[in-house]
């Protein structure tokens, strides 16, 4: 799938590649600057020159050399800015209001000298401004040189790599389903969006929580309501027990009092948006897409969360840890206290087309807010136990397992975008007010969290499979989107009612495909002895083996797997192909199971699409077989399956369109 600005993009790519080259190099050198690349995202742009590279759009040894070059410019530049200015560089922006930045990689070329240099533009935090510090140290010309080459080098592949494989699996998802690019895209950017978020929030917070709590802490002392409760939550020396419970009580109430009145008020569930991005994901659901999506909802499951809370309990009990036993026993005696109140007071229907048979939903989302609350509590008791400036990884592996978790619901269409948002903030307020009450009466109690996070994954591990070993198939047929059946007698199909047929493939937003081009009527079986008696062979499985061929450039198109295709979210249920030109090229037909069902028999009514295939190598990396768009198969080419059928060949919408209705 492809918009027209992304479409002239392509083209403006193609055919300007000296311009393309210009940019690649100029956009390195920039990133490669001391003050310019602490500004200008490089890892996202070399991402994106790989991702271009993957599809198909951009010569890989082209972008590498370009790319490379321009590193070497600009940390040349930025080596020069060092020897010639010195220690003016501090007072320049934004060094003058992050003197830290220089420190950092001062401390960085004190302690790996030339080969700082080298591995400095790998490392984040002294990428901008490593090669300005050796400048301003005296590095010599000469072996900054020999250093700034070999790791620009090694640099550009490093960074066109990663966006290689996602654009080439970009490239591969748009050739089963436009859909599968858009869910993938999503995916990418939610994820990267979560990562920048934990990394950013967490470093923010620790830099500002302990003032702000002492600060509040000092306000509120000496206060009717409030003083109580922040002595009881924040001094080591008086228990917490009645400041979490009160509050405990109090947020509980306060989002039951609020759901009840916005009931009240004529504002239900769902919403406009929650409508409108349900039926947005529904046009995104595929069969392989499904089968990731359930696996993932089942993670947050009652089934498994609460066998896996009950490890932890157990885990700490065991190694004497009260406190921290206690404080996770108030995590999940919350989480269950919102599963009950809310399901009660504040019910929610989720969508129903989706979730039969599935009941008990509720605003918030009770799953969402247990789920946050058993992975954020364990990664602060873990993050505790870390180096500061190590602790957002705790926190990025929590929101990995929460984030992932909400969103394979809303796919499904489990629940609605509001209630799962609602349930997320409910439990990650819960979450910081206990990890701060953990926190602050632990004392010098400590866990050796490598256990603690070795027994929980661990259990989440086994919990998991076995749980999915048990019902998995029923949660995937549960959360199938169900079809639509249409009935017409024989004699209406073949007269006119092949009409109503639909007459190409068609994927995200009603985007259209190959034509169809054949009509059946039968049972498939039937159908797949048809064409092999009349020479047509299945592909080759799509099996590991058979995917991991694609990835050698010597691979035949004999070894070649044919990737499924998807109409309207249903995969194609038969593939057969046939060999021309001595195993160069194949012909494929394809059948999809479209939901229409002759009045006669209940017989199916298949429709189908035939294409020519050929071998195309990729960048000397892998091999694909794509479908040549130009090539019209002969009239007669299937004519050999009918043999003793009747047939119909009708005009389809476009004049030269010829489709052949097949029927016993």
């Not at 809303?410 to 609602?422: F, H, I, K, N, S």
Request: overall charge positive; aromatic content about 12%.
């Amino acid at each position: 799938m492809q918009s027209e600005f992304v479409t002239a993009l392509f083209d403006w790519i193609a055919s300007n590649p000296g311009w393309v080259s210009a940019v690649i190099f100029i956009s390195s050198a920039a990133e490669s600057l001391t003050i310019i690349g602490v500004i200008i995202p490089g890892a996202l742009i070399m991402f994106s020159f790989g991702a271009l590279i993957g599809l198909g759009h951009l010569d890989f040894w082209s972008a590498y050399w370009w790319s490379a070059s321009g590193a070497v410019l600009g940390d040349a530049i930025s080596f020069w800015i060092g020897r010639v200015f010195k220690q003016g560089v501090r007072r320049v922006w934004p060094f003058t209001k992050h003197p830290e930045m220089i420190a950092r990689s001062e401390d960085f070329f004190r302690k790996h000298g030339g080969k700082g240099v080298l591995f400095g533009r790998f490392f984040g935090p002294v990428r901008g401004t490593i090669p300005t510090v050796a400048g301003m140290m005296d590095m010599s010309w000469r072996d900054f040189m020999i250093a700034n080459v070999v790791s620009a080098i090694l640099w550009a592949p490093a960074y066109l790599i990663p966006g290689m494989a996602f654009g080439a699996s970009l490239d591969i998802a748009s050739r089963v389903a436009g859909r599968l690019v858009v869910l993938i895209l999503i995916v990418a950017v939610l994820l990267w969006i979560t990562v920048w978020l934990v990394r950013h929030l967490t470093r923010w917070f620790q830099g500002r929580a302990t003032g702000w709590v002492q600060g509040f802490y000092a306000w509120s002392q000496g206060r009717r309501w409030i003083g109580p409760i922040s002595a009881s939550l924040l001094d080591p020396k008086r228990g917490e027990l009645p400041a979490l419970a009160t509050l405990a009580i109090l947020l509980l109430g306060a989002v039951t009092l609020v759901g009840l009145s916005l009931s009240a008020a004529g504002h239900r569930l769902p919403s406009g948006f929650d409508q409108s991005l349900h039926y947005f994901f529904q046009e995104l659901r595929t069969s392989w897409a499904d089968a990731l999506m359930v696996f993932t909802a089942e993670l947050g499951d009652y089934q498994v969360v609460l066998p896996v809370s009950l490890v932890v309990f157990g885990w700490l009990v065991w190694r004497r840890k009260r406190v921290a036993a206690w404080h996770w026993l108030a995590a999940l005696g919350f989480g269950m206290a919102t599963n009950l109140l809310f399901k009660w007071a504040l019910p929610v229907a989720s969508p129903i087309e989706i979730s039969r048979g599935v009941s008990g939903y509720s605003f918030p989302s009770s799953h969402a807010t247990l789920s946050t609350l058993v992975f954020g509590f364990l990664a602060v008791l873990i993050a505790r136990e870390m180096k500061p400036h190590r602790r957002w990884m705790a926190y990025l592996a929590a929101a990995f397992m929460i984030v992932p978790i909400a969103f394979a619901r809303l796919y499904l269409g489990v629940q609605w975008l509001t209630d799962t948002l609602a349930g997320l903030c409910l439990g990650l307020i819960w979450v910081s007010v206990l990890g701060l009450a953990y926190t602050r009466h632990a004392g010098a109690i400590r866990l050796h969290w490598r256990w603690l996070l070795a027994y929980s994954a661990a259990a989440l591990l086994a919990i998991q499979v076995l749980y999915a070993s048990f019902n998995y198939r029923a949660d995937l047929e549960r959360y199938r989107p169900q079809p639509v059946i249409t009935e017409q007698t024989q004699e209406h199909w073949l007269r006119d009612g092949w009409r109503r047929l639909p007459p190409q493939r068609l994927d995200f937003r009603g985007i259209q495909r190959q034509d169809f081009v054949m009509q059946w009527a039968g049972d498939r079986a039937e159908l797949k002895t048809r064409l092999r008696e009349a020479g047509w062979e299945p592909p080759p499985p799509s099996n590991l083996r058979n995917l991991l061929l694609c990835l050698s450039p010597e691979a035949t198109l004999q070894e070649l797997p044919v990737l499924p295709q998807m109409h309207e979210g249903r995969e194609d249920a038969l593939q057969m192909v046939r060999y021309t030109d001595g195993g160069a090229t194949r012909w494929l037909v394809r059948f999809w199971d479209i939901g229409v069902r002759l009045r006669e028999g209940k017989q199916p009514v298949w429709v189908g699409s035939i294409s020519l295939q050929q071998r195309e190598p990729r960048m000397r990396l892998f091999t694909l077989a794509v479908d040549n768009p130009q090539t019209r198969a002969p009239v007669d080419l299937l004519a050999p399956a009918w043999q003793g059928l009747r047939t119909r060949i009708v005009s389809g919408r476009n004049p030269n369109e010829r489709i052949t209705l097949v029927a016993p």
